[in-house]
């Protein structure tokens, strides 16, 4: 007898820690919608990089959209086993300059950050549900510490982690839903954000403030993602920080 294989979902799926989701999980044979907003050509780049991928266009700020990328998946594969909500946006303030952000600043960022998973933990929960399948968050250390690139990014986050315990209770038994928390990683996020040269300034650093002395790749974030997926059988509810230890050794 054939096993049926497994299907993933991964929003944000065109480049940094998406795109590593992707390629790791097509790597264990998955086959898996690369989901994009605007970067058609990249995620068509990371689809055509795996053995059984597709990439699909949404906003999942939109609900419509959410349904039809799920949808679309059912189409395509006829199920879900998981689902990686990665997409995410900010904008760039410092979070003493308290005129530098408004509400809509606000509403845009949590409909991307936290409405946006939970559109699409809605539209994906039946076949979740029938699969047994997980739900990964990705969240950030900046939900704990309160940094990151500004204080409506840091609330959203701290929104996603809260959801994503409220989401392992009413989901279970079936559907295990667990958050990753990255420090600073090394993606396009950034660079394109700050510059290649002071985004590389910002690493260094980050890697002397953390106990492992590093920063994070895309592929070290991808590993804990895939695993709480694939392995983990008894963990839900969990925000898991991939951030070299940051959270235990704050910035001064």
């Known amino acids: 007898m054939t096993l049926m294989t497994k299907v993933a979902i991964v929003t944000g799926g065109s480049s940094g820690i998406g795109a590593a989701t992707v390629l790791e999980l097509s790597k264990r044979g998955w086959s898996v919608a690369v989901n994009y907003s605007r970067s058609a050509a990249e995620a068509n780049q990371v689809a ?3 053995k059984n991928a597709i990439a699909v266009q949404a906003d999942v700020s939109d609900d419509a959209q959410c349904r039809r990328l799920v949808q ?3 189409d395509t594969w006829g199920r879900v086993d998981a689902l990686v909500n990665n997409a995410g946006t900010t904008k760039f303030v ?26 699409m933990t809605r539209a994906c ?8 399948g997980a739900i990964v968050n990705v969240s950030s250390v900046a ?9 409506a990014y840091a609330a959203s986050k701290a929104a996603l982690n809260a959801m994503t315990y409220s989401l392992a209770r009413s989901l279970g ?3 295990r839903v667990n958050a990753v928390c990255p420090g600073w990683v090394d993606t396009p996020w ?11 300034r910002v690493a260094a650093q980050y890697s002397s403030l953390v106990p492992l002395k590093d920063y994070a790749r895309p592929e070290d974030v991808a590993d804990c993602i895939v695993w709480l997926i694939e392995g983990a059988r008894h963990v839900t509810g969990e925000a898991i920080f991939v951030d ?3 959270h235990i050794s704050p910035p001064r």
């Open 48 to 50: 055509a990089s795996c």
């Open 72 to 74: 679309t998946t059912l």
């Open 94 to 119: 410092d979070h003493a300059d308290l005129d530098g952000l408004d509400a809509d600043d606000f509403v845009r960022i949590y409909r991307t950050n936290v409405v946006g998973p939970f559109q």
């Open 125 to 132: 929960a039946p076949a979740l549900k029938s699969a047994h």
């Open 143 to 151: 939900s704990q510490l309160g940094i990151g690139s500004s204080l």
């Open 173 to 175: 038994p079936e559907v």
């Open 190 to 200: 950034h660079h394109n954000a700050l510059g290649s040269d002071r985004a590389m």
């Open 244 to 246: 070299g230890g940051l």
